[in-house]
């Protein structure tokens, strides 16, 4: 009975599924070519951005001059030539953390130092650190809290534990070499 109630216009369709994925693989296949298009297109530039830069610039700078003859013209400085020095750095691992003078709170500065000579300045500083640290901790015990609020009293800062770590080295060492006292960090609490 079931047989007889199905009607003889459904009659299963063999090629649709097979035109259908053909349609998809066509489908995808012209996205891939898009896609594939679209990524030549983009990065197929032969120069890289700052060679591009540069054809822009000079493609400027040869307008420039066509448009204004009697205009004055840029003439490019020549590099000085001068003996230049690298400058070494030395971090104190521990921050120093000391009072301050008539104050309840406390400082804990970071301290680095520089220097343009050669690297015994710094064995120097490492070999003697226990001396500096302690030499530091009380030249900053002399500084005040409104002392250090702004930028010119962190400069006197400094430049106070320039003069007395290379005092000490030059105690100790016979040469001091510090040029410069910085502090990668500064807290006051």
Do not use: C, H, W
């Not at 420039?64 to 003996?83: H, L, S, Y």
Request: charge should be neutral; hydrophobic fraction near 40%; glycine fraction near 6%.
């Amino acid at each position: 009975m079931t047989d007889a109630s199905a009607s003889p216009d459904m009659k299963p369709r063999r090629g649709r599924g097979l035109l259908r994925a053909l349609a998809f693989l066509l489908l995808a296949a012209l996205l891939l070519a898009a896609g594939f298009g679209a990524g030549y297109f983009y990065f197929a530039n032969p120069l890289s951005p700052a060679k591009d830069v540069l054809r822009l610039i000079e493609r400027t700078s040869e307008a420039e001059p066509a448009a204004d003859p009697d205009a004055p013209q840029k003439v490019p400085r020549p590099t000085p030539e001068r003996e230049s020095f690298v400058t070494s750095y030395y971090q104190f691992k521990e921050p120093l953390t000391t009072n301050l003078r008539a104050s309840r709170r406390l400082l804990q500065a970071g301290i680095g130092l520089s220097t343009q000579y050669d690297q015994k300045v710094m064995d120097n500083v490492a070999r003697n650190e226990v001396a500096l640290r302690s030499d530091m901790l009380a030249i900053v015990g002399t500084f005040s809290e409104e002392e250090l609020q702004d930028k010119a009293g962190r400069d006197r800062l400094a430049e106070a534990l320039r003069g007395a770590v290379n005092a000490r080295l030059q105690q100790l060492e016979g040469f001091g070499g510090i040029e410069a006292v910085f502090f990668p960090s500064f807290i006051l609490q």
